[in-house]
Structures are given as structure tokens and as C-alpha cells.
């Protein structure tokens, strides 16, 4: 299938490993030029290279912390001038602490929404006016299942997820009249440089040994793995593309159909 993407251009953040760095690669396969951020340099500076070694393409990496406003605006206005306009946003930087109601400090509850809500929040507003400017735009938001299948483990997550998902279908709605469409993405358990830190947090937690606690996330999932970056960026490469233009307003998992209670009652033993 012609995904029609080819001299598209597109932001995408958090790009210099896991899910974001497999966006951008699928994304530059497919003909589009880029715009990437995070906060280090050197990583992001050497997968930018890569990218464009393999594909051919533009990839602009940006420094960026986008749990500060200012750098958030920063790099929005530089990506623009960068490529020309933007027709894809991909909000994709954004972990967030796990842990119970008595682990969360404020701080860790402050670090989920600084960056997994108020990072999309930021780079949204200011991509917008290029996009009606141009006549149209698609924004694809990568957020989790932890907003929809709740876990008291990952509450930090699931609430900034939450409201991510919100954001999403209510802007639908509004900017529309623009020709701008918005989906979100909701992943699973995804194997990341991240996932093994996850696991340890996982044990300490539990008090479980980190062999048990890399069994969990496959046990509660039907197809018995956890799913790999390509499988999401997949995914996302197709709904950033013309083709699924119309795939508006909605969120799709991507998750194997995780049954996330029967990890609940792991931790409850
Ligand atoms: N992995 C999973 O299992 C999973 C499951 C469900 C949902 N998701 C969601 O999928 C998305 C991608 O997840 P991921 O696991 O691949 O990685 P991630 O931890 O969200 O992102 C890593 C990338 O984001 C950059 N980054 C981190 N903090 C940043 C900040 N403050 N400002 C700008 N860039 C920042 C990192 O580079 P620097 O460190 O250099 O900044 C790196 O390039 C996230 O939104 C995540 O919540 C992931």
C-alpha cells in the first residue's frame, strides 16, 4: 500500500530511543523529513545522523526538555523554520513513575504530568497555527492503555494518560473546521532501553525477584509477549499517513489485549 507519504514533513518528540526513534526511522523510510527532540544531545545528534544515512531523508535534531514551556515553544518555531512547515506532530516523549498511592510523592506526580501531559499540551498549541496556516495537519499522540485499563500500581501513568486521551478527542472536535484529524495511540508493555529499569521497579515494589516480575506483563497479555517498537511505530506511520486522514476523534490499542486486573492480583498475593 502507497501510504501517499512520501515529502511529508513531521515533528516527532522523544526520538532518540525507543518507540520515538522507531517512529522516526519508519516515518523516514516512507519518504518524510524530520523534526526530533530530547533532552541529550549526543544520542539524539547520532540517530538523527543514522536516520538520514539510511533513508535519505532531512532529520533535524532539536535539544529539547519538554517539561519546560519555553523549551517546548523553542523547539516547535525551530522545527517549522527547519522544514518548512509541519504535517504530522507526533507526541511521543513521556514516561511517567509507577508505584502505589503511598510510594508517589509529589514530585513524581508532578514529573507525570510535566512531561507525558503538559509535554503534548505544549507542543500541540504551538504546531497548531502552522497546521491551519497550511490548511491541515495530523497529530498522533502516543499515550498507553494505563489510561483506559486502570491499575492501582500505575496510577501516575493512568492519570496522565487519562487526561492525554481527553485532550485528544476533544480537540478533535474542535479543529476539525481546519482539516486537522487527531488519533491516539495506546501501547501495552513495550520492549524499550526502559522496560528492565520497569521490571527492577516491579520487584522492589512487590518484593519479588526480577525473574518473577519479567513474567507479569506476559502473563496478563493473551498473545504471552509484550509487544516490540516496530509493531507501535507501525502502526503509528499508518495513522500518521493521508490514508487514515479520517481515523479522527479515537484511540486504538495496541496491547495484545492485556488484561491488566490479573497483574493486580499478582501484586495482591
Ligand atoms: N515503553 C512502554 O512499555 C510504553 C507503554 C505504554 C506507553 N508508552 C508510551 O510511549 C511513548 C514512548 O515510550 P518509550 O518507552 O519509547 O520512551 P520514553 O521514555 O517516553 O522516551 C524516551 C525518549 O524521550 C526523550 N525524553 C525523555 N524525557 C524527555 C523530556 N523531558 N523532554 C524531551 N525528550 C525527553 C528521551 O531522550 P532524553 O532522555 O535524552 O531526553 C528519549 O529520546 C511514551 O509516551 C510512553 O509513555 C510506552
Known amino acids: 500500500m502507497d501510504l501517499k507519504l512520501t515529502g511529508k514533513t513531521a515533528v516527532v518528540t522523544g526520538a532518540s530511543e525507543g518507540i520515538g526513534r522507531a517512529i522516526a ?10 523534526a526530533i527532540c530530547a ?3 549526543g544520542p539524539l545528534a547520532a540517530v538523527a545522523e543514522e536516520i538520514a544515512k539510511e533513508t535519505g531523508r532531512k532529520v533535524f535534531p532539536i535539544t529539547a526538555d519538554l517539561t519546560k514551556a519555553a523549551d517546548a515553544e ?3 518555531h525551530a522545527a517549522a523554520k527547519a522544514l518548512g512547515r509541519i504535517d504530522i506532530l507526533v507526541n511521543n516523549a513521556g514516561s511517567a513513575p509507577g508505584g502505589t498511592l503511598e510510594f508517589l510523592t509529589e514530585e513524581h506526580w508532578e ?3 510535566q512531561l507525558k501531559f503538559m509535554g503534548y499540551v505544549r507542543c500541540t498549541k504551538h504546531t497548531l497555527p502552522y497546521m491551519i496556516k497550511q490548511g491541515g495537519g495530523r497529530v ?5 492503555n494505563d489510561g483506559i485499563k486502570r491499575s492501582y500500581w500505575e496510577i501516575a501513568p493512568g492519570a496522565a494518560n487519562a487526561a492525554g486521551q481527553n485532550f485528544t478527542i476533544a480537540l478533535a472536535g474542535q479543529y476539525g473546521k481546519h482539516n486537522i484529524s ?7 508493555p513495550v520492549r524499550t532501553e526502559r522496560w528492565a529499569g520497569l521490571v527492577q521497579a516491579m520487584a522492589r515494589d512487590m518484593n519479588i525477584s526480577v525473574a518473577e516480575a519479567d513474567t507479569l506483563a506476559p ?3 493473551p498473545l504471552g509477549r509484550i509487544a516490540e517498537v516496530e509493531e507501535v511505530a507501525d502502526l503509528v506511520v499508518y495513522l500518521t499517513s493521508p490514508r487514515a486522514h479520517f481515523v479522527n476523534g479515537t484511540m486504538i490499542e495496541i496491547d495484545g489485549g492485556q488484561q491488566k486486573d490479573l497483574m493486580d492480583r499478582v501484586r495482591d498475593r
Do not use: K, T, W, Y
Open 25 to 34: 526511522l519508519g516515518l523516514a523510510r516512507e519518504g518524510v523529513d524530520l
Open 219 to 221: 502473563s496478563s497479555i
Open 182 to 188: 487527531f488519533a491516539a495511540v495506546n501501547p501495552g
Open 111 to 113: 514529573q507525570a504530568l
Open 39 to 41: 533532552r541529550r544531545a
Open 140 to 144: 498522533v499522540n502516543l499515550i498507553g
Open 74 to 76: 523553542a523547539f516547535i
